[in-house]
């Protein structure tokens, strides 16, 4: 009998586009993987059967606070691990990480795997005074975090900053912490291509939260079109219900105003990045972006924050440039470069492929995801 892996994500998207590889790695190798998502499609369902995988729906509210509605979705979840008997939960994001992990070890699953991507909207500073909101909602996620990690038969990090935090506030032991690094990407399948060099185009590949420094690429874009009018600033990425979310009526400004283009989500990024001179995501803290992995191996420079896990992606003048979180000014400077010195962005462009091939393989990272999991 096959050896069963449920892997709890709390998008079916994400199961695809980043667990797609290790989906694939894990069947290869011989398990029946379960992929548990809360708002499968029918499309997004048939591309997971397609990874060999078998996708199964579960309750969760991605971004909502309700307290009464987590503690019915934890208690499904718990009697629906029980009736799946798998041999290892592999959990990552903030949700599936705390209610997965416990509710895996209620149901007396052997094996327990956190993820830990990002510290997400509670944990990252917006700029202004922080609201009651944000500290209540830490202090739960702290509160669940030690409940449930302790639990957890190993947690994985992908940068050093995060797994500090972690380790500082408490809420996983060092014998459980293990720093993975980035989850990486195909290289074949972002595979290298030539820079747009005319007219200059700055791509930001986001969900638009504040936190991400979607408002400091608009402020930026405004700025250099009054100087450069033919350069080209695209934002990629669909409105979000996180408390940082932009809403849809100040992005439609931006459009109006003619600063930037908005196509809004997309399902494949690579014509995106095809068209781009520089990747850019201001971001005020990342585990380590897969966007800018993505466009990395594709040969763009990139421009963004030197702040928790963005700045394992650029060796500043080397393949881009960091700059200060929430520094529009810092920002504009980096982008002009890039307009004033078209040979720079061809330069950096080949540094980031090479950097991708030497960090950010999928295939070398899955197999130490995998080893240290036992599989």
Known sequence: MKRRIVILGNQAFSLVNFRGSLIRAMVEKGYEV???????DEKTRERV????????DYSLSRTGLNPLRDVLDFLRLCFLLRKLRPDVVLAYAMKPVVYGTLAAWIAQVPRRFALI?????????????????????????????????????KVFFLNRDDLSEFLTRGLVSEEKAFLLGPIGVDLQLFSFAPPVKKPVTFLLAARLLREKGVVEFAEAA?????????????LLGGLDTNPGAISKAEVESWIREGILEWPGHVEDVRPWISQA?????PSYREGVPRTTQEAMAMGRPVITTDAPGCRETVIDGVNGFLVPVRDVD?????ME????????????????RRLA???FDVHKINALLLREMGL
């Open 277 to 281: 001179s520089v990747f850019v995501l």
């Open 34 to 40: 379960l992929a548990l998502a809360p708002d499968y």
């Open 117 to 153: 991507e990002g510290l997400g909207y509670s944990f990252t500073p917006a700029g202004e005074k922080e609201g009651l909101k944000k500290k209540v909602v830490r202090n739960i996620i702290q509160i669940l975090c030690r409940l449930a990690l302790p639990r957890a038969t």
């Open 222 to 234: 405004r700025i250099i079109k009054q100087k450069y009018p033919d350069t080209r600033f695209i």
């Open 337 to 352: 470069r890039f307009i004033l010195d078209p040979e720079l962005t061809e330069r950096m462009g080949r540094e980031s």
């Open 357 to 359: 091939e030497e960090r």
């Open 330 to 334: 810092a920002l504009v400077k980096a």
């Open 49 to 56: 059967k397609a990874l060999g995988a078998i996708p199964i």
